[in-house]
Structure formats: C-alpha cells, structure tokens
C-alpha cells in the first residue's frame, strides 16, 4: 500500500493538478509489470530549474545526464515515507550504477526548516544518501514535474523521457523491474518491506496551518502565548492534546512552559517531527501512564524520554500491540511539534 505526504493545498486544487499532470504530463501506464511506458507514449522530462544547491555533486541537468536512465526521487528528510524508501534507493543504486543508472533525489522541503542547506546536507550524511541531491527549496523543479506529494519517483530513459512514475511509498519491486528493463538488465533484490494497515492513525499537523486539536479545542491567535487547560487524557481519538502555554506559528506549535502533549492512536511505529529553537531539550514520554518499555522503545528514545537537539523526523515508539493506546509526552519551554506520523 502507497503511503505519502500530500503537499499543501485544497482537494480542489490537488485534484485538479493530479488529473493535469496525468493527462498532459504522464502518459497512460503500460499493462506490463513494471509498468513502463510504451514509447510512443513518453513525453521529455522537465529539466532542473530554480536550484539552490547541489549536494554529492557539480551541478547537473537532464542533458548532462543523457544516455542514462535517471530516476528522479522527490523527498524531504523530515517525511517518514521518503526516510523508508531510502533503503530501497541505495540497493537500486548500489546494484544499477555501473551499468548507467543515475539518481537524482530533489528536496523539496515542507517545512522553513528543510529549506535551510546546512540542514539538508546534514539530514543527507546522517541518512547515508551517495546520489547526487538537488536543493529545491523553492519548489521550483517540484513545480515544473506538476508534482503533488513525496515521495514521488519520475524513471526517465536514455532520451531523458518519462517512462515509469511511482507516487507515494512502496511500488519497490514494480520500480526495480522498470529499472532493469530499461537497462536491459536482470533486477535487483530488494530489502523486505512491510505494508502499513489501513486502520492506522493517520499522520497528524500541528500548528493551525494544517493542524486541529483534540477535542475540538480552539487555538489560540496566531504567534501569542495561549494556556490551554489540563483536562486529562483527550476523549478524541486521532487528535492531538496539548497542555500549559504554547504559541501557535502556523507549521508548528512552540511551548511557552513546560507542558504535555497527547495522543490517542493505533499503529505499529510512532515518529514525531520536533524541533528546538536552540538548545538541547529533553522530552519524557510515557505510554499507557506507563515508562515506555525496552521493546517498545523507538531509536530516538534513551530510557524515559528524548532529547532534541534539531529539527527533524524522531522514531518514539515501535512494535505497538493492536487497539488504541495514549502517548503523552513531558516538554519544556521552547520545544516544537510539528506532526505525528505513523507505520
């Protein structure tokens, strides 16, 4: 099952922008397994326009690139999605390189904070990625491709044409497959990967940009603390509960005071998009009212709780038995929430 970020806009707009892009942009799917096009149906690929930096690499465009095939990966760092299909890219890569495969991955942020380069180019040492990277802070080539979530793949042939695309995770074997057929070559072992349940809480915004709060609880105006009352665990499932005084900025909410955030929700894995706006902050995490227990520990915890010393994508909890359960989370003054995420 396809799991993804959808970018910012009204149904209205995405849809009209997705059914744009297919018709005008993307032609027809092929019935075969990797779902390569016919060529007859491909169409040139945008070239890269509007890029702030490069990383891995001297600046690149699709002519420099011309008689490889090019798979064109449009991530964030703070999205959990893109973070898995990592993985995957690096045995597509590290099997496909010599024989004229190329990736290009474009960061295209979400939030202010992926748009800083520094904070790219340490989010692209910290994950591992080889492959030339892209900074596309001002969405320029994500504009250009019509492009509507992340993470999104665009495979490009020999001719720099469109000939496979893949939106949202997973699709791994079906890409690896378009790979070799358009290297003509034989495909690659994957790692193993497991589908997310569709009952699982789906990801959730903080910040009124995107965001609403347990309960129906209002927020405050934007950019002046707000005390929001402690009434114990939220009644509402799915829906963030914040506690003590915070300030709402819009993509995030920031503590003002030390205070609680809460979470009725089902999923196997939980991950938290944080930040701080200076130093290190430490976050107690409970579950159930309960010290989180060794096996259900994500890798960002280290006994009760976590410490925050940027902004980006932290794994808390993981191997969740079925049914709700309630995460609440201890923060001082200056942390930041910007969303759950789930697996």
Same mark, same amino acid.
């Given at each position: 099952?396809?799991?993804?970020?959808?970018?910012?806009?009204?149904?209205?707009? !995405?849809?009209?922008?997705?059914?744009?892009?297919?018709?005008?942009?993307?032609?027809?799917?092929?019935?075969?397994?990797?779902?390569?096009?016919?060529?007859?149906?491909?169409?040139?690929?945008?070239?890269?326009?509007?890029?702030?930096?490069?990383?891995?690499?001297?600046?690149?465009?699709?002519?420099?690139?011309?008689?490889?095939?090019?798979?064109?990966?449009?991530?964030?760092?703070?999205?959990?999605?893109?973070?898995?299909?990592?993985?995957?890219?690096?045995?597509?890569?590290?099997?496909?390189?010599?024989?004229?495969?190329?990736?290009?991955?474009?960061?295209?942020?979400?939030?202010?904070?992926?748009?800083?380069?520094?904070?790219?180019?340490?989010?692209v040492q910290r994950l591992?990625?080889?492959?030339?990277?892209?900074?596309?802070?001002?969405? !320029?080539?994500?504009?250009?491709?019509?492009?509507?979530?992340?993470?999104?793949?665009?495979?490009?042939?020999?001719?720099?044409?469109?000939?496979?695309?893949?939106?949202?995770?997973?699709?791994?074997?079906?890409?690896?497959?378009?790979?070799?057929?358009?290297?003509?070559?034989?495909?690659?072992?994957?790692?193993?990967?497991?589908?997310?349940?569709?009952?699982?809480?789906?990801?959730?915004?903080?910040?009124?940009?995107?965001?609403?709060?347990?309960?129906?609880?209002?927020?405050?105006?934007?950019?002046?603390?707000?005390?929001?009352?402690?009434?114990?665990?939220?009644?509402?499932?799915?829906?963030?509960?914040?506690?003590?005084?915070?300030?709402?900025?819009?993509?995030?909410?920031?503590?003002?005071?030390?205070?609680?955030?809460?979470?009725?929700?089902?999923?196997?894995?939980?991950?938290?998009?944080?930040?701080?706006?200076? !130093?290190?902050?430490?976050?107690?995490?409970?579950?159930?009212?309960?010290?989180?227990?060794?096996?259900?520990?994500?890798?960002?915890?280290?006994?009760?709780?976590?410490?925050?010393?940027?902004?980006d994508l932290f794994q808390?909890?993981?191997?969740?038995?079925?049914?709700?359960?309630?995460?609440?989370?201890?923060?001082?003054?200056?942390?930041?929430?910007?969303?759950?995420?789930?697996?």
């Open positions: 099952m396809n799991r993804y970020r959808l970018a910012l806009a009204t149904v209205a707009v !995405a849809i009209t922008a997705v059914v744009l892009f297919t018709v005008v942009t993307n032609p027809p799917a092929a019935t075969t397994a990797s779902q390569v096009y016919p060529v007859s149906q491909r169409s040139e690929a945008p070239d890269f326009t509007g890029i702030d930096g490069w990383l891995n690499t001297t600046p690149l465009t699709l002519a420099d690139l011309r008689g490889k095939v090019v798979l064109i990966d449009f991530w964030t760092f703070s999205c959990v999605n893109c973070v898995r299909t990592i993985p995957h890219l690096k045995v597509l890569y590290d099997a496909y390189k010599q024989d004229g495969f190329v990736i290009v991955g474009v960061h295209s942020p979400e939030f202010d904070f992926e748009k800083v380069p520094a904070n790219v180019a340490a989010a591992g990625i080889s492959w030339p990277v892209a900074i596309d802070s001002e969405m !320029a080539t994500w504009n250009a491709y019509q492009n509507q979530s992340w993470p999104a793949e665009y495979l490009l042939d020999q001719q720099g044409r469109v000939a496979y695309t893949s939106i949202g995770e997973g699709d791994y074997a079906q890409t690896d497959a378009a790979v070799a057929q358009l290297l003509k070559v034989h495909t690659a072992t994957l790692p193993s990967s497991t589908p997310v349940p569709s009952n699982t809480t789906p990801e959730l915004y903080a910040g009124s940009v995107r965001g609403q709060l347990a309960d129906n609880v209002p927020y405050g105006s934007p950019g002046s603390p707000t005390v929001y009352a402690d009434h114990g665990p939220p009644q509402q499932q799915d829906s963030i509960q914040v506690t003590g005084t915070w300030t709402d900025e819009g993509q995030y909410l920031q503590a003002d005071a030390t205070g609680h955030v809460r979470l009725n929700f089902t999923a196997d894995t939980v991950y938290i998009v944080a930040g701080t706006p200076g !130093a290190a902050l430490h976050v107690a995490v409970k579950l159930d009212g309960k010290t989180v227990p060794a096996a259900s520990s994500g890798a960002a915890l280290t006994g009760s709780g976590f410490i925050v010393t940027r902004q808390l909890l993981t191997g969740i038995s079925p049914g709700y359960h309630l995460i609440d989370l201890t923060v001082p003054a200056g942390f930041r929430i910007y969303t759950f995420t789930f697996g």
